[in-house]
């Protein structure tokens, strides 16, 4: 069974979360096996004219490699992620903790748990002000 349709349930909760301004921050974690590529990490940004875009931030062994894109292009990206190398991904609001897994089988399941944030990101906070 594909684990698509539950990955794209867990999108639409980070999409909420932007459009809502809850979002803290999203991790890509939990390898398999020892990988080059270690993490994910996705902000929000606020580029030149208030656009807003996903800064996806690749970490590895020996670098970091940052990239810009919509959250259309991020969810692409974060999805080819998932099952290879990444089993885990978490998304922190101020609402709450949201995790996709795959488990052993390649199975998706989401988890909510207690908010681990207080606040949202500061890029959120601004785009609040600014009416964004």
Do not use: C
């Not at 979002?23 to 030149?48: C, F, Q, S």
């Not at 099952?83 to 909510?112: C, M, Q, W, Y």
């Amino acid at each position: 069974m594909s684990f698509q349709p539950i990955f794209a349930q867990f999108w639409e909760k980070v999409k909420e979360s932007i459009e809502n301004k809850t979002y803290a921050k999203l991790t890509l974690a939990k390898t398999i096996g020892d990988t080059e590529l270690k993490n994910i990490y996705v902000r929000p940004v606020l580029l030149e004219n208030d656009e807003f875009s996903l800064s996806v931030t690749a970490r590895y062994k020996t670098e970091e490699i940052e990239s810009f894109h919509s959250l259309d292009e991020t969810y692409m990206i974060l999805l080819s992620y998932m099952n290879n190398p990444f089993l885990t991904a978490l998304l922190f609001t101020t609402e709450n903790d949201i995790t996709f897994k795959l488990n052993k089988k390649r199975v998706g399941s989401i988890i909510e748990q207690a908010p681990t944030f207080k606040k949202a990101s500061d890029v959120i906070l601004e785009m609040k002000e600014k009416g964004i």
